[in-house]
């Protein structure tokens, strides 16, 4: 077994396109419509969903927008250098939501980014 992706619901699907393809630097694997249901489904990642874990980005037309809730935490990406990286996101117009630094209680450089919907992103220092 093998985790394939992660789903996120999305209100606005080229903006979080756009988040994750030129903030994130992911490329675009797929994205197919589906008419009949009102849906778009569209696979975002760094590799071939083969290879990699991806993430699904569902948009449903008719939904706007969604309530979080508080239960899910986040994504998390390896970065070399999660000062660095925060620097370039922030150039590219992304939401730095905490700036890199040790985690609380430990060594680990880490940072968060959050995505057009809300959804955090954790940055970790390789």
Same mark, same amino acid.
Request: proline residues 3%; hydrophobic residues 40%; negative net charge.
């Given at each position: =077994?093998?985790? +394939?992706?992660?789903?996120?619901?999305?209100?606005?699907?080229? !903006?979080?396109?756009?988040?994750?393809?030129?903030?994130?630097?992911? !490329? +675009?694997?797929?994205?197919?419509?589906?008419?009949?249901?009102?849906?778009?489904?569209?696979?975002?990642?760094?590799?071939?969903?083969?290879?990699?874990?991806?993430?699904?980005?569902?948009?449903?037309?008719?939904?706007?927008?969604?309530?979080?809730?508080?239960?899910?935490?986040?994504?998390? +990406?390896?970065?070399?250098?999660?000062?660095?990286?925060?620097?370039?996101?922030?150039?590219?117009?992304?939401?730095?939501?905490?700036?890199?630094?040790? =985690? %609380?209680?430990?060594?680990?450089?880490?940072?968060?980014?959050?995505?057009?919907?809300?959804? %955090?992103?954790?940055?970790?220092? %390789?």
């Amino acid at each position: =077994m093998r985790i +394939l992706h992660t789903m996120l619901r999305v209100g606005n699907l080229e !903006r979080s396109l756009a988040f994750y393809t030129e903030v994130l630097g992911m !490329r +675009l694997l797929r994205r197919h419509d589906y008419p009949e249901g009102r849906f778009t489904l569209a696979f975002v990642g760094y590799g071939a969903e083969a290879d990699n874990a991806v993430i699904e980005l569902t948009h449903n037309w008719d939904t706007p927008s969604y309530e979080l809730g508080n239960a899910f935490g986040h994504i998390a +990406l390896e970065v070399a250098d999660a000062y660095a990286a925060c620097a370039e996101i922030k150039q590219r117009g992304g939401k730095v939501v905490r700036e890199a630094g040790p =985690m %609380k209680h430990g060594k680990t450089v880490i940072a968060f980014v959050e995505d057009p919907d809300g959804y %955090k992103v954790e940055l970790i220092q %390789k």
